[in-house]
């Protein structure tokens, strides 16, 4: 009896150290007439484990306790879903339920709930109290890149605590994609270059629309309170910032500190309609209340 509590004990903690046991879904084919049911961080955690399930259909129907994340693969923590080798391509609704707690601490490139998704739609989903604490390249709260993908309704609050470039309290880089009806309450702290409150990069002919950020915003270069680098024919529009952007000077870059964008240049990239006010403080060049820097795109009806 003694020799089956010792390995019952054993067992439990090899499982806390690796994390959660994938549970599948109790409901669901994948199809889009009957998408799997994610009700629990098991289900979630069995979407991750297999590059097969990436190109499904999902709906969460419960609210996810994802605390049990900071204890998983050593203190590593969550396992993105996909990777830069093969994306993420079908549909997850999040329903608006709550996915709280989800803590990451990989020094890795593509760090998010997803790492990346490429003709996927993902809506719905609420993310909270989350924590990324290490983290190089291409990192966002939901997503780190998001390459002609629909996201819709999505929101998150936590804080980011280290991050290279490419760093948004939402979405890493938003490329060839749309993003509407968004918002997110951030804290991102020493952080690198293109850092946004929402959106690190935006790029490619993508379009943010009717979205908001709060929060504290940090980095060295290219920071905004609602998106870092607007770029390549982009368009923000209909948004507006109120997160605090507190730059750290660094010998190595230009500043483009903006109380709602870093930088926004070339190939007429536009920001239109949109507001902030947050203040902005820290470095010595290209320090402005609303954009950094702007190459002679067109800022319309912005204050």
């Known amino acids: 009896m003694k020799k089956v509590l010792i390995f019952a004990v054993a067992v439990l903690c090899m499982l806390t150290l690796h994390g959660q046991t994938a549970i599948p879904p109790s409901a669901g084919d994948g199809s889009a007439e009957n998408p799997f049911q994610i009700a629990n961080l098991g289900n979630l955690r069995w979407i991750a484990e297999n590059g097969a399930r990436w190109d499904k259909h999902y709906i969460q129907t419960a609210d996810i306790d994802a605390a049990d994340t900071y204890d998983w693969q050593y203190g590593y923590g969550w396992a993105p879903i996909a990777n830069s080798t093969k994306q993420f391509s079908g549909i997850y609704d999040g329903r608006n339920f709550v996915i709280d707690s989800l803590y990451i601490n990989r020094s890795q490139d593509y760090v998010g709930l997803f790492a990346f998704t490429k003709n996927a739609v993902i809506k719905n989903v609420v993310l909270t109290n989350f ?13 780190g890149y998001g390459w002609n993908t629909s996201f819709d309704n999505c929101h998150s609050s936590g804080l980011i ?13 938003l490329s060839a994609s749309t993003l509407i009806n968004s918002h997110s309450d951030i804290t991102i702290l020493s952080a690198g270059t293109e850092v946004g409150g929402l959106v690190g990069y935006n790029y490619k002919q993508s379009l943010i629309d009717h979205c908001y950020s709060t929060g504290i915003v940090n980095g060295v270069a290219g920071v905004g309170g609602l998106v870092g680098y607007n770029h390549y024919a982009s368009l923000v529009r209909n948004s507006y910032s109120r997160a605090q952007v ?7 870059y230009d500043s ?24 902005v403080s820290g470095g010595d060049f290209r320090v402005h209340g609303f954009v950094g820097t702007c190459s002679a795109n067109p800022v319309i009806a912005c204050f």
């Open 131 to 143: 924590l990324i604490k290490e983290a190089r390249t291409h990192t966002g709260a939901l997503a």
């Open 161 to 173: 605590q280290k991050a290279l470039s490419n760093c948004g309290g939402l979405i890493g880089v």
């Open 246 to 252: 507190d730059g750290l000077t660094s010998g190595n």
């Open 256 to 279: 483009n500190f903006g109380g709602f964008a870093g930088i926004s240049a070339q190939e007429n990239s536009t920001i239109e309609n949109c507001y902030s006010t947050g203040t």
